[in-house]
Protein backbone atom coordinates (compact mmCIF):
# COMPACT_ATOMS: atom_id res chain seq x y z
CA UNK A 1 0.00 0.00 0.00
CA UNK A 2 1.49 3.06 -1.01
CA UNK A 3 1.61 6.36 1.65
CA UNK A 4 -1.14 8.09 -0.22
CA UNK A 5 -3.36 4.77 -0.25
CA UNK A 6 -2.43 4.45 3.61
CA UNK A 7 -3.31 8.26 4.49
CA UNK A 8 -6.64 7.46 2.62
CA UNK A 9 -7.47 4.89 4.19
CA UNK A 10 -7.01 6.26 8.03
CA UNK A 11 -8.98 9.61 6.51
CA UNK A 12 -12.27 10.34 8.72
CA UNK A 13 -15.28 11.33 7.10
CA UNK A 14 -18.85 11.80 8.36
CA UNK A 15 -21.05 9.37 7.46
CA UNK A 16 -25.14 9.01 7.71
CA UNK A 17 -25.86 8.08 11.41
CA UNK A 18 -29.34 7.05 10.78
CA UNK A 19 -29.50 3.46 9.49
CA UNK A 20 -33.05 3.72 8.30
CA UNK A 21 -32.12 7.58 5.85
CA UNK A 22 -28.89 5.61 4.46
CA UNK A 23 -30.95 2.33 3.99
CA UNK A 24 -33.86 4.32 2.04
CA UNK A 25 -30.98 6.19 -0.02
CA UNK A 26 -28.93 2.66 -1.41
CA UNK A 27 -32.85 1.01 -1.91
CA UNK A 28 -33.44 3.75 -4.04
CA UNK A 29 -29.52 3.74 -6.03
CA UNK A 30 -30.45 -0.05 -6.22
CA UNK A 31 -34.48 0.55 -7.74
CA UNK A 32 -33.10 3.41 -10.18
CA UNK A 33 -29.91 1.48 -11.75
CA UNK A 34 -32.48 -1.25 -12.77
CA UNK A 35 -35.55 1.42 -13.35
CA UNK A 36 -33.14 2.62 -15.95
CA UNK A 37 -32.02 -0.37 -17.65
CA UNK A 38 -35.42 -1.38 -17.77
CA UNK A 39 -36.32 2.25 -19.69
CA UNK A 40 -33.25 1.62 -21.65
CA UNK A 41 -34.20 -1.87 -23.13
CA UNK A 42 -38.06 -1.02 -23.86
CA UNK A 43 -36.27 2.17 -25.94
CA UNK A 44 -34.59 -0.87 -28.01
CA UNK A 45 -36.23 -3.52 -28.10
CA UNK A 46 -39.68 -4.26 -30.70
CA UNK A 47 -42.80 -3.66 -28.87
CA UNK A 48 -43.55 -7.91 -28.83
CA UNK A 49 -40.31 -8.33 -26.95
CA UNK A 50 -40.53 -5.43 -24.16
CA UNK A 51 -40.23 -7.32 -20.85
CA UNK A 52 -42.72 -6.01 -18.22
CA UNK A 53 -41.62 -4.79 -14.81
CA UNK A 54 -42.33 -7.80 -12.65
CA UNK A 55 -40.79 -10.12 -14.85
CA UNK A 56 -37.77 -7.91 -15.66
CA UNK A 57 -36.93 -7.58 -11.96
CA UNK A 58 -37.62 -11.50 -11.50
CA UNK A 59 -34.72 -12.25 -13.91
CA UNK A 60 -32.62 -9.71 -12.87
CA UNK A 61 -32.93 -11.16 -9.31
CA UNK A 62 -32.62 -14.75 -10.71
CA UNK A 63 -29.15 -14.19 -12.69
CA UNK A 64 -25.73 -12.83 -10.78
CA UNK A 65 -24.19 -11.58 -13.43
CA UNK A 66 -27.17 -9.02 -14.44
CA UNK A 67 -26.99 -7.52 -10.67
CA UNK A 68 -22.84 -7.66 -10.87
CA UNK A 69 -23.72 -5.56 -14.55
CA UNK A 70 -25.80 -2.83 -12.81
CA UNK A 71 -23.53 -2.57 -9.29
CA UNK A 72 -20.86 -1.82 -12.05
CA UNK A 73 -22.72 0.71 -13.92
CA UNK A 74 -23.44 2.14 -10.03
CA UNK A 75 -19.68 2.22 -9.58
CA UNK A 76 -18.75 4.06 -12.65
CA UNK A 77 -21.62 6.76 -12.63
CA UNK A 78 -20.82 7.64 -9.16
CA UNK A 79 -16.69 7.44 -9.99
CA UNK A 80 -17.30 9.60 -13.13
CA UNK A 81 -19.94 11.86 -11.17
CA UNK A 82 -18.82 15.52 -11.91
CA UNK A 83 -18.43 16.44 -8.12
CA UNK A 84 -17.07 19.74 -8.90
CA UNK A 85 -20.55 20.96 -10.12
CA UNK A 86 -22.26 20.18 -6.99
CA UNK A 87 -24.17 23.41 -5.40
CA UNK A 88 -23.68 23.94 -2.31
CA UNK A 89 -27.02 25.43 -0.87
CA UNK A 90 -28.68 25.32 2.80
CA UNK A 91 -32.33 24.37 1.87
CA UNK A 92 -33.22 21.25 0.40
CA UNK A 93 -33.58 21.01 -3.14
CA UNK A 94 -36.89 20.70 -4.94
CA UNK A 95 -35.09 17.45 -6.51
CA UNK A 96 -38.00 14.34 -6.28
CA UNK A 97 -36.82 11.16 -6.59
CA UNK A 98 -38.46 9.15 -9.81
CA UNK A 99 -40.38 6.06 -8.47
CA UNK A 100 -42.75 4.13 -10.23
CA UNK A 101 -46.02 2.51 -8.58
CA UNK A 102 -44.22 -0.76 -8.06
CA UNK A 103 -40.84 0.01 -6.69
CA UNK A 104 -39.64 -3.53 -6.29
CA UNK A 105 -36.31 -4.38 -7.27
CA UNK A 106 -33.31 -7.01 -7.56
CA UNK A 107 -31.26 -6.68 -3.96
CA UNK A 108 -27.95 -5.96 -5.67
CA UNK A 109 -26.00 -5.69 -2.25
CA UNK A 110 -25.69 -8.03 1.20
CA UNK A 111 -27.99 -6.57 3.64
CA UNK A 112 -26.77 -3.43 4.97
CA UNK A 113 -23.49 -2.89 2.28
CA UNK A 114 -25.66 -0.38 0.25
CA UNK A 115 -24.69 2.02 2.78
CA UNK A 116 -21.62 2.31 1.66
CA UNK A 117 -22.23 3.84 -1.77
CA UNK A 118 -23.96 6.73 -0.14
CA UNK A 119 -21.04 6.80 2.38
CA UNK A 120 -18.63 6.85 -0.42
CA UNK A 121 -21.10 9.78 -2.25
CA UNK A 122 -20.97 12.12 0.96
CA UNK A 123 -17.19 11.23 1.33
CA UNK A 124 -16.69 12.76 -2.47
CA UNK A 125 -19.64 15.73 -1.50
CA UNK A 126 -17.13 16.00 1.46
CA UNK A 127 -14.31 16.45 -0.01
CA UNK A 128 -15.89 18.86 -2.32
CA UNK A 129 -16.93 21.06 0.00
CA UNK A 130 -13.51 21.11 1.78
CA UNK A 131 -11.83 22.30 -1.56
CA UNK A 132 -13.75 24.91 -1.87
CA UNK A 133 -13.89 26.18 1.97
CA UNK A 134 -10.12 25.69 1.67
CA UNK A 135 -9.79 27.70 -1.56
CA UNK A 136 -11.72 31.06 0.40
CA UNK A 137 -9.67 30.73 3.34
CA UNK A 138 -12.24 29.18 5.46
CA UNK A 139 -10.86 25.91 7.27
CA UNK A 140 -7.68 24.67 7.81
CA UNK A 141 -6.85 21.27 7.72
CA UNK A 142 -8.99 18.09 6.84
CA UNK A 143 -9.15 16.75 10.50
CA UNK A 144 -10.24 20.84 11.64
CA UNK A 145 -13.07 20.56 8.79
CA UNK A 146 -14.24 17.39 9.76
CA UNK A 147 -14.68 18.23 12.95
CA UNK A 148 -16.66 22.09 12.20
CA UNK A 149 -18.77 19.47 9.65
CA UNK A 150 -22.15 19.90 12.17
CA UNK A 151 -25.19 22.39 12.23
CA UNK A 152 -25.63 24.36 8.30
CA UNK A 153 -22.27 22.76 6.71
CA UNK A 154 -23.93 18.79 7.40
CA UNK A 155 -27.08 20.28 5.60
CA UNK A 156 -25.73 21.59 2.75
CA UNK A 157 -23.22 18.11 2.30
CA UNK A 158 -26.88 16.53 2.83
CA UNK A 159 -29.22 18.61 0.41
CA UNK A 160 -26.28 17.95 -2.08
CA UNK A 161 -26.36 14.05 -1.58
CA UNK A 162 -30.20 14.62 -2.08
CA UNK A 163 -29.24 16.61 -4.99
CA UNK A 164 -26.99 13.64 -6.85
CA UNK A 165 -28.91 10.94 -6.34
CA UNK A 166 -32.52 11.49 -6.91
CA UNK A 167 -31.76 13.16 -10.61
CA UNK A 168 -29.13 10.38 -10.86
CA UNK A 169 -29.29 9.15 -14.47
CA UNK A 170 -27.95 5.82 -15.33
CA UNK A 171 -29.20 5.21 -18.90
CA UNK A 172 -26.19 6.32 -20.98
CA UNK A 173 -23.82 4.31 -18.60
CA UNK A 174 -26.47 1.35 -19.78
CA UNK A 175 -26.13 2.24 -23.42
CA UNK A 176 -22.90 2.51 -23.41
CA UNK A 177 -22.03 -0.85 -21.71
CA UNK A 178 -25.72 -2.36 -22.77
CA UNK A 179 -24.58 -5.93 -23.95
CA UNK A 180 -25.98 -6.69 -27.69
CA UNK A 181 -28.31 -9.50 -26.41
CA UNK A 182 -29.38 -10.27 -23.18
CA UNK A 183 -31.82 -13.57 -23.18
CA UNK A 184 -34.85 -12.01 -21.28
CA UNK A 185 -35.02 -9.58 -23.90
CA UNK A 186 -36.38 -12.99 -25.68
CA UNK A 187 -38.20 -14.69 -23.09
Known sequence: ????????????????NDSYECSFYADYLCYKVQYDLFTVINETVPPEIKPVWKEFISTIRSHEEYRQAARNVIREALINFPYSKIQF??????????????????????????????NLILFHIELEQYRRLKAAGKTGSWEQYIDQLNGPLWQ???????????????????????????????S
Open 1 to 16: MSDSQEELSQMRYAML
Open 156 to 186: EVRHALHDILFPLDFKPWWRSSLPTEWPFFL
Open 89 to 118: HPELSTAAASVSDDMSFAELFPAGKGGAWI
